[in-house]
């Protein structure tokens, strides 16, 4: 789903996007918790749509979170793509 949802990010479906990347970010953090990489992927993903609707308090914190987030569980030297 977060290839659909990169798609409909590349159509400029937004509100589509982010949708989408909702329902699978709360389901990562359900079936792998909130700290598997996998979610945290998920949640910069979010924050990308989110910036990209001029939504910026809510990427950076959505952004953050995931930093902050994989510096605690790989330590800072660790990078999220």
């Known amino acids: 789903m977060e ?3 990169a798609s409909l990010s590349q159509q400029r ?3 589509d996007a982010e ?3 909702a329902y699978v970010l709360e389901t990562k953090r359900r079936v792998y918790g909130p700290e598997d990489p996998q ?3 998920t949640m910069v993903a979010l924050g990308s749509i989110f910036t990209k609707e001029g ?3 809510e990427a950076e914190v959505m952004t953050a979170d995931a930093l902050e987030m994989q510096k605690k ?3 800072r030297n660790t990078q999220i793509h």
């Open 19 to 21: 949708e989408c990347l």
């Open 13 to 15: 479906r937004l509100a």
């Open 55 to 57: 939504r910026y308090a």
């Open 3 to 5: 290839h659909f949802a």
């Open 73 to 75: 569980v790989f330590g």
């Open 39 to 41: 979610t945290l992927e």
